[in-house]
C-alpha cells in the first residue's frame, strides 16, 4: 500500500493543499517554503497512532503552532490520505457470484476551532474503503466490472457506524462481506474516548483487508512511518546489545541493526554487496562486542585486510551510506521518509545513490527532502515536488512536470540542476 | 615548448549507474593496459558540456571511449551517425554501441555455472537481450533489489564467457587493445 495523495486543509504554513504523490518522491524547496512543515504531517499522524491525538497537538507545540497563525480558528484542520495498492497486492473476494476487489482506502479527519482560545473538536472522522464489483458474464473469460462501491466507517461523538454504499442492482448485503460479517455488530457497539480518532483504535487495522485473507494493517502505514535524519556522529558509538529491532531515525542503533542483518547469510551477503557498489573499496562489515555488553561497527577496506576500522575512525559518508542502505533495503516500512540523504556524501556517488532509491521504491515509498542539485539532476523530473510560498504567505507544492515552461527550458539543453539552482522550477 | 600527452589514461564514457556499476568491474582488466582509467557518467548532461569534454579529453592526449546502447534502433551505423551529429568532437571510431542494452553484457557474463547458480534461464546468445527481458530474468530471490541482482551476477562474471556470448562485448575488448 502506498499513499497516492494527500489533502489538508489549515495545517502549519499551508492552507489547502492537495498533492498527488508517487512511490518515490523528491521534495526540494527553498529555506522556509515548507519542506519540514509537510513532512510533520506524517510526523502527527504516526504520533496520533502512537500517543493519541492530544500528545501529537502537544508535541507539535499545541493547537497555536499545529493549525495555520493566520487562518487560525477560521477554518477546519483537515488531513485526507489516499492509499492505492501495488499490482498483485489485494486478494479479491468471491461471494454471491460476484467478486469484490479493493482499490483504495482513504482516511480523512477534520478538528474544528472554538472562536476563542484553543480548544477544539472532531468534526469529521471516517474511512473509506474502495472496492469494484466484477461478474462473469457469457462469452467472457475475464469477469467484468459491474461498478463500485465502498465500507464506510465514521465515528461521530465516539460512537462508531458501519455502512455499505453500493448500486442498487447489486445485490449483495453487508453480511456478505466476511469482515463485515464477523466484527460488524461488534465494532458497532464500540465507543471511542473523548478526542480520540478512529486512526487510534486497533479496529481501523480490521478493515484494511475486507476478505481477512491478509492484514497488513492500515493504521500500521502511519505507526511504521519512519522519518530518517541520520546522524553520524551517533552511529559512532557503541551501544547496548539490548535494544528494537528497528534503524532508528537518527542511526543511533546502526551497529545492533548489523549486528542482526550480519548473522543471517543472505542479508549479510546482501547489504556487503550494495555497500561495495558505491564504495568499492570496503571489503567487508562486521560488529565488535565489548564485554558481551554493547557493540560498535566496524569495517575492513581492501587497502589492508590484516585489520578492521572501528566506526569512531570510519568517515561520516561511510556512516551515511550504510544507514541509507539499511533503511532503504532492509527495514520493513511502507514508507520511509529520508531527510537530506546527500549529507557528507561525495557528489560523484549520488547517482547510484539516488538509482538505488528508485529501485528500493519498488516495495515501499519512498520521500527525500533535498538542497542538493545533484540530487535534483539524477531524480527524474517526473518524481520532483516544489515547495514554495504563495503571494499571501501558504505553502503549495507543485509538479515542475506538469510546468511547460519547464519542458521549454529542458528542451533547450538549460538542464533540471540549474533550474533548481537559478529558481526556475516553479 | 613540450606538449604533455597522457596517453596512459583511459576515459569511458557511460549511460548512467547500470553502465557505471558493470564497467568498475573490468577495471582490473583494463589497468593491463592503462595506468588510469575513469570512468563518467553522461546522462543528464548537456552536450554542450559533454562535447567540450571530449574535446579536452583528446586535448590531454589521453584514449577514450564512449558507450551507447543499441536499444530500439535498426543499426549501429545509424546509431553512431546520430551521435556524432550531436557530439562534434567525437570519433567514430571511438563509439561502442553496445547490443542490445547493458543487461545483456551483464547475461552475457554468465556461463553455465552461473546462470546454474543464479537460476537463470535463456540462450547463450544474448546479443539481443532488452532491458525488459532482463527484468522478467531476475529470480525471486532477488525481487526486491534489481541492483542487487546485477551485483551478484558481476561476482561471478567470466570475461571469457562474455566475449562467447555478445559479439558487441567480444568487439569491445578487441576495439580496447587497439585505440
Request: aromatic share 10%; net charge positive; charged share 30%.
Amino acid at each position: 500500500m502506498f499513499i497516492k495523495k494527500i489533502k489538508i486543509t489549515n495545517f502549519k504554513s499551508f492552507n489547502d493543499l492537495e498533492v498527488k504523490l508517487g512511490k518515490f518522491n523528491v521534495l526540494i524547496g527553498a529555506n522556509a517554503s515548507g519542506k519540514s512543515n509537510f513532512i510533520q504531517i506524517f510526523k502527527f499522524l504516526k504520533d496520533i497512532e502512537n500517543w493519541g491525538l492530544n500528545d501529537a497537538i502537544s508535541l507539535q507545540g499545541g493547537i497555536k503552532y499545529l493549525r495555520n497563525l493566520k487562518l487560525r480558528n477560521s477554518k477546519n484542520l483537515s488531513i485526507k490520505c489516499v492509499y492505492g495498492y501495488d499490482k498483485n497486492e489485494v486478494d479479491p473476494i468471491e461471494t454471491r457470484g460476484k467478486r469484490i476487489k479493493s482499490y483504495e482506502i482513504i482516511y480523512e479527519f477534520a478538528l474544528g476551532f472554538k472562536k476563542k482560545g484553543y480548544g477544539f473538536e472532531i468534526v469529521k472522522d471516517e474511512l473509506h474503503h474502495k472496492f469494484k464489483f466484477f461478474e462473469e458474464k457469457k462469452g467472457r473469460i475475464e469477469k467484468e466490472e459491474i461498478g463500485e462501491g465502498e465500507v464506510i466507517i465514521s465515528c461521530v461523538d465516539g460512537k462508531i457506524n458501519i455502512s455499505l454504499d453500493k448500486p442498487e442492482e447489486i445485490h449483495i448485503k453487508e453480511d456478505d462481506i466476511p469482515l463485515l460479517q464477523i466484527f460488524g455488530s461488534f465494532i458497532k457497539k464500540r465507543v471511542l474516548p473523548p478526542k480520540s480518532l478512529l486512526l487510534q483504535s486497533p479496529l481501523l487495522d480490521l478493515f484494511s483487508d475486507l476478505s481477512l485473507s491478509r492484514s497488513p494493517g492500515f493504521s500500521n502505514l502511519f505507526k511504521k512511518n519512519f522519518i530518517y535524519d541520520f546522524d553520524p556522529k551517533l552511529s559512532k558509538e557503541a551501544i547496548p546489545i539490548t535494544g528494537k529491532n528497528d534503524l532508528e531515525e537518527n542511526g543511533r542503533n546502526l551497529s545492533l541493526i548489523l549486528k542482526n542483518i550480519l548473522e543471517e547469510k543472505i542479508k549479510r551477503k546482501k547489504i556487503i554487496n550494495l555497500v561495495k557498489d558505491i564504495l568499492p573499496f570496503i571489503s567487508d562489515l562486521d560488529v565488535e562486542r565489548f564485554a558481551g555488553k554493547s557493540l560498535l561497527f566496524k569495517l575492513q577496506e581492501t587497502y589492508f585486510t590484516e585489520d578492521y576500522l572501528p566506526a569512531y575512525l570510519i568517515s561520516d559518508g561511510t556512516i551515511n551510506i550504510t544507514a541509507l542502505i539499511l533503511a532503504l533495503y532492509f527495514e520493513k516500512k511502507p514508507l520511509a521518509i529520508i531527510e537530506e540523504p546527500e549529507r557528507n556524501i561525495h557528489p560523484s556517488l549520488l547517482a547510484k545513490i539516488i538509482d538505488m532509491m528508485k529501485d528500493a521504491s519498488g516495495n515501499k515509498q519512498i520521500i527525500v527532502t533535498t538542497h542538493n542539485p545533484q540530487i535534483v539532476k539524477y531524480a527524474g523530473l517526473e518524481n520532483i515536488l516544489l515547495v514554495s510560498r504563495d503571494k499571501e504567505g501558504f505553502s503549495t507544492i507543485s509538479r515542475p512536470a506538469d510546468k511547460d515552461e519547464v519542458k521549454k527550458f529542458l528542451k533547450n539543453e538549460i538542464g533540471l540542476e540549474e533550474l533548481y539552482v537559478q529558481n526556475l522550477l516553479g | 615548448m613540450r606538449i604533455i600527452t597522457d596517453g596512459n589514461k583511459l576515459y569511458i564514457l557511460v549511460e548512467g549507474p547500470d553502465d557505471e556499476r558493470f564497467f568498475e568491474r573490468l577495471i582490473p582488466l583494463l589497468r593491463e593496459k592503462y595506468s588510469e582509467i575513469k570512468i563518467v557518467k553522461y546522462a543528464q548532461t548537456k552536450e554542450k558540456n559533454i562535447d567540450n569534454l571530449l574535446k579536452s579529453i583528446k586535448g590531454t592526449g589521453a584514449k577514450y571511449v564512449y558507450m551507447v546502447d543499441l536499444n530500439d534502433s535498426p543499426c549501429i551505423r545509424g546509431k553512431k551517425s546520430k551521435i556524432k551529429c550531436k557530439l562534434k568532437n567525437i570519433d567514430e571510431k571511438r563509439i561502442i554501441v553496445v547490443r542490445r542494452e547493458i543487461e545483456s553484457w551483464y547475461i552475457a557474463g554468465l556461463d553455465k555455472d552461473g546462470r546454474k547458480r543464479l537460476k537463470i534461464k535463456c540462450s547463450s546468445s544474448t546479443d539481443n537481450i532488452s532491458k525488459e527481458q532482463f527484468n522478467n530474468l531476475i529470480p525471486r530471490k532477488f525481487a526486491d533489489s534489481r541492483i542487487n541482482f546485477m551485483i551478484e551476477i558481476l561476482n561471478s562474471f567470466s570475461i571469457s564467457a562474455a566475449k562467447n556470448n555478445n559479439t558487441s562485448f567480444s568487439y569491445f575488448l578487441k576495439k580496447l587493445s587497439n585505440l
